[in-house]
């Protein structure tokens, strides 16, 4: 069964770090561009960071840049998500999403879908 | 960025009925536009990507079209399981953007 699980989430106070980490099975994780997607309580979806198949390119949303770093580790199919000097405004669920579902528009380039998702872990930002 | 809308926020149908949601991007994204179904409690789901492919499983009522900027979401038909939040979400730049989702609910 294909399938993303997280973990690591928790309580932490402003300014406190957190290390999210997301577990795949079921597909070949290193053939894969990889996401974390938060969402605050009550609101909608927003994109955090991602990284590319062998962990060569990382983009982050304006608002996480310099206090989270994604990373990967292939060999345990692990996605991990280090979070530093963390805000109120972090408090979300956050998920990890596979980038499967691929548009091709020439020379090997594709646009992606995330069609695999974890549960997803909570994470609360407040003293 | 690019800045993605929906239209409308919320509506409310019955089931049977034929419902269309549109996302709006701000410049032109291609065809690098994705739709989700969103329960509550639940991980978002991928109904549609590059605008009009339909993720295997998705039943075939759910239908998208649309490139450049605009991307109308057809659910014909309505189940009892559609009644859910539906996000859009372009793929095109970092960073990629959702829309800020469409509420279907019962009349």
């Known amino acids: 069964e294909v399938q993303l699980v997280e973990s690591g989430g928790d309580l932490v106070p402003p300014g406190g770090s957190l290390r999210l980490s997301c577990v795949a099975s079921?597909?070949?994780?290193?053939?894969?561009?990889m996401n974390w997607v938060r969402q605050a309580p009550g609101k909608g979806l927003e994109w955090v960071a991602n990284i590319k198949k062998e962990g060569s390119e990382k983009n982050y949303v304006d608002s996480v840049k310099g206090r989270f770093t994604i990373s990967r580790d292939n060999a345990k199919n692990s996605l991990y998500l280090q979070m530093n000097s963390l805000r109120g405004e972090d408090t979300a669920v956050y998920y990890c999403?596979?980038?499967?579902?691929?548009?091709?528009?020439?020379?090997?380039?594709?646009?992606?879908?995330?069609?695999?998702w974890g549960q997803g872990t909570t994470v609360t930002v407040s003293s | 960025d690019i800045q993605m809308t929906q239209s409308p926020s919320s509506l409310s149908a019955s089931v049977g009925d034929s419902v269309t949601i549109t996302c709006r991007a701000s410049q032109s994204i291609n065809r690098a536009l994705n739709w989700y179904q969103q329960k509550p409690g639940q991980a978002p789901r991928l109904l549609i990507y590059g605008a009009s492919s339909l993720r295997s499983g998705v039943p075939s009522r759910f239908s998208g079209t649309g490139s450049a900027t605009d991307f109308p979401l057809t659910i014909s038909s309505l189940q009892p399981e559609d009644f859910a939040t539906y996000y859009c979400?372009?793929?095109?730049?970092?960073?990629?953007?959702f829309g800020p989702g469409t509420k279907v609910d019962i009349k």
């Open positions: 979400q372009q793929t095109y730049s970092i960073p990629f953007t």
């Open positions: 999403a596979r980038g499967g579902s691929k548009l091709y528009y020439g020379s090997g380039n594709y646009y992606y879908g995330m069609d695999v």
């Open positions: 079921g597909f070949t994780f290193s053939s894969y561009w």
